[in-house]
């Protein structure tokens, strides 16, 4: 069985940092690239930052130079390191995994992330 478990989300100033975390199973880590995307309400779904099996990334314009995304491969974890959180960061974050050998794609549950004062 197949998941990706996103933790890290919460209530955060502008200003500030948060850091979330996914963890993969039940499928071959090294195999996937994967990605941070994000909702907010009322707007479409959003790719924010991308890293592939070796690690090459790359972000939105929105975030580049706030977020940075780090893969483990030995830990099938994927993180997103965001920092000067803005109000307009605030969203519900999805962990995806697309497998580049193939058709199979995955999406986590999602985390709440909130930039608030």
């Known amino acids: 069985q197949v998941q990706l478990v996103e933790s890290g989300g919460g209530l955060v100033q502008p200003g500030g940092s948060l850091r979330l975390s996914c963890a993969a199973s039940g499928i071959p880590f090294t195999f996937y690239a994967m990605a941070w995307y994000r909702q907010a309400p009322g707007k479409q779904r959003e790719l924010v930052a991308h890293?592939?099996?070796?690690?090459?990334?790359n972000y939105a314009d929105s975030v580049k130079g706030r977020f940075t995304i780090s893969r483990d491969n030995a830990k099938n974890t994927v993180a997103l390191q965001m920092s000067s959180l803005r109000s307009e960061d605030t969203a519900v974050y999805y962990c995806?995994?697309?497998?580049?050998?193939?058709?199979?794609?995955?999406w986590g549950q999602g985390t709440q992330v909130t930039v608030s004062s």
């Open positions: 890293i592939t099996s070796s690690g090459s990334t």
């Open positions: 995806y995994a697309n497998n580049v050998a193939g058709p199979s794609r995955y």
